[in-house]
């Protein structure tokens, strides 16, 4: 879905008449028709921004520039591993690399680009080098350019993620590992570390935000 309407907030709402809490976060322009809909045909409503409290510290410096996504991630890994040291490693688009201290706070973090990413810059940024996508079936040296691509950025985000983790592991006892986004379980498989992996962790995170907001209410 593309763009979220008051058409199918109603749907949902007709179909799921027991949800009568709900949070918005999006980087989008905001929706007034949209907002406020929600604010008068729910019971609580919260739009998720930089000034939202939070189950959590927020310690970045400039949390209005802190993608949401992050923010909800960070809360969602806090939420199944409170007072541990955890690193959340998001594949998405980009590969975002966020801490979260065992005091619960958002310490902050690291942002890489991802997969396909890496393969459109070699793409758009050279002259000749071909688009083409990740495979699990790729070697360590190409013998074609094909296959040097390939092996190029899917080995450089794997020994990315595996240099990022040992990082993380030499100054933060205990620490959990925990991996979400759309290319996880390509990572996954081929690291050679103990990784929790949840693709639902961003909506755990905005559940776990809004539930500590309505309880305040």
């Known amino acids: 879905m593309d763009h979220l309407t008051v058409n199918h907030v109603q749907l949902l709402k007709n179909e799921h008449p027991q949800i009568t809490k709900v949070i918005l976060s999006s980087v989008k ?3 007034e028709d949209l907002v406020g809909f929600l604010a008068k045909n729910f019971d609580f409503f ?9 189950p959590i510290e927020n310690l970045y410096e400039t949390p209005e520039t802190l993608g949401r996504d992050r923010l909800a991630a960070a809360v969602g890994g806090n939420e199944l591993f409170p007072n541990r040291n955890l690193l959340i ?4 688009t980009a590969i975002t690399y ?3 201290s065992e005091k619960n706070q958002f310490v902050g973090g690291n942002i890489s680009p991802g997969l396909e990413m890496r393969f459109k810059a070699l793409n758009q940024f050279t002259g000749k080098l071909p688009l083409i996508n990740y495979s699990n ?3 360590q040296i190409g013998r074609n350019t ?5 092996a ?8 990315e993620i595996a240099q990022t983790i040992d990082l993380f592991n030499r100054n933060y006892q205990n620490l959990q590992i925990i991996m979400t986004g759309g290319d996880s379980i390509f990572f996954d498989k081929k690291l050679n570390y103990s990784i929790f992996v949840h693709f639902n962790l961003t909506l755990i995170g905005l ?4 539930e500590h907001n309505a309880k305040k209410k």
């Not at 490693?89 to 998405?92: H, L, Q, R, T």
């Open 146 to 150: 094909t296959d040097a691509i390939r």
């Open 152 to 159: 190029g950025v899917q080995n450089g985000i794997l020994f």
């Open 89 to 92: 490693i998001d594949a998405g």
């Open 137 to 139: 079936d790729f070697q």
């Open 46 to 54: 919260l739009e998720l921004d930089a000034q939202t409290e939070l």
């Open 98 to 100: 966020d801490l979260v």
């Open 207 to 210: 559940n776990s935000i809004l």
């Open 29 to 31: 322009p905001k929706d």
